[in-house]
């Protein structure tokens, strides 16, 4: 176990992530979300097992399913919650929404298009050498990004270079509907690390304190410029692939099993109470407070504007189209 501080921290960072992923839901109940919603729940231990290796210089892209990674880099959440209903106060101003928030105080992003996450982080990668700094480009994908050409295309370009690039892979087998073991070629995919001259490492991604001992080693190796790295994380998806995915590729009943035995704030729960840091009342007062802290910035959220719909042409790379 971590320091106890550490420790508790960690519990109440995937509180509050848990926490925002719920009140996306219920933004998405009261219509305040238009597109497609994917949220995380199941895979928070991930995301708090980052935050403590990253620095404010480092670079983090994410993927469609980014809220968590998002809050792991420091992205304010009212601003993101404001983003994701698309309102003008938003990190975006309400233009890119759920799958493309974009904020240059924290260097985090993220796109919808899966696997352009890679290429995107190899580029924050190749700046930080370039330009003789220290910081490390983290691009996050799941296992069904892992099999696209830009992943590959990444990890030959940071590999060949060196670059200082982590590639976070969120396996939770499932790319929508298809199950990760019938279509990989590797039985796992931090073995493919070798063929990009690249350090694999695997950890379980339900276990908050191996994802940040395993994110830490990551980054250490990346910023010690010893190369890039593949950090495999297991996980399960505890909900549809977006909110409204009929899931008939899985049943209710495996869907419940693997929340029983997997939910990452259950477990390490119970190995607080069991290592005597913090007993159940003292975890259910955290749950609530990240909990009533997500319902206020909900209001305030859903009380603000959405843009006008004469902006909807500002903010463009080209203003004028050529005559
Ligand atoms: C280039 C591209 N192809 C297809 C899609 C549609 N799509 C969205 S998410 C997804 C599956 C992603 O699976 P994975 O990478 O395992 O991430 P997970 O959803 O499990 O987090 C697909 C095929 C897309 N967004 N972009």
Same mark, same amino acid.
């Given at each position: 176990m971590p320091e106890p501080a550490t420790a508790l921290a960690r519990y109440r960072r995937m509180a509050a992530m848990r926490a925002f992923d719920e009140a996306c839901l219920e933004a998405l109940r009261r219509k305040a979300i238009h597109g497609e919603l994917h949220v995380g729940l199941g895979q928070e231990a991930i995301g708090a097992g980052m935050a &403590?290796?990253?620095?404010?210089e480092d670079a983090v892209v994410s993927t469609h399913r980014n809220h968590f990674h998002a809050l792991a880099k420091g992205v304010d959440r009212r601003a993101l919650l404001a983003e994701i209903c698309e309102? &003008? %106060? @938003?990190?975006?101003r309400g233009r890119g929404g759920h799958m493309h928030p974009f904020d240059p105080e924290t260097n985090f992003s993220a796109t919808g298009?899966? @696997?352009?996450s890679l290429p995107v982080a190899l580029g924050y990668a190749h700046a930080f050498r370039m330009r003789g700094e220290d910081a490390v480009a983290v691009g996050v994908t799941g296992d069904g990004g892992s099999h696209t050409g830009g992943f590959h295309e990444a990890m030959v370009m940071a590999g060949a270079a060196r670059l200082p690039m982590v590639v976070l892979?969120?396996?939770? %087998? +499932?790319a929508i509907s298809v199950n990760f073991e019938d279509v990989?070629?590797?039985?796992?995919?931090?073995? /493919?690390?070798s063929a990009y001259a690249a350090k694999g490492l695997r950890v379980d991604g339900t276990d908050v304190d191996a994802v940040a001992e395993g994110f830490a080693e990551a980054m250490g190796h990346a910023r010690a410029g010893k190369g890039p790295v593949i950090l495999e994380a297991t996980c399960h998806r505890f /909900?549809?692939?977006?909110?409204?995915?009929?899931? @008939? $590729?899985?049943?209710r009943e495996e869907r419940q099993r693997l929340r029983e035995e997997f939910d990452p704030i259950a477990l390490y729960g119970a190995r607080l109470a069991d290592a005597g840091l913090a007993e159940p009342a003292l975890q259910e007062a955290i749950e609530a407070e990240e909990k009533a802290a997500m319902k206020e910035i909900l209001q305030e959220v859903l009380a603000l504007p959405m843009p006008? %719909?004469? @902006?909807? +042409? +500002? $903010? /463009?790379?080209?203003e004028e189209a050529p005559a």
């Open positions: &403590e290796a990253l620095r404010p309102r &003008e %106060a @938003g990190l975006c298009i899966v @696997g352009a892979v969120e396996n939770n %087998a +499932l990989s070629p590797t039985n796992t995919i931090s073995e /493919r690390a /909900r549809g692939h977006f909110e409204g995915d009929p899931e @008939g $590729y899985r049943s006008e %719909a004469s @902006g909807a +042409l +500002l $903010y /463009r790379f080209v």
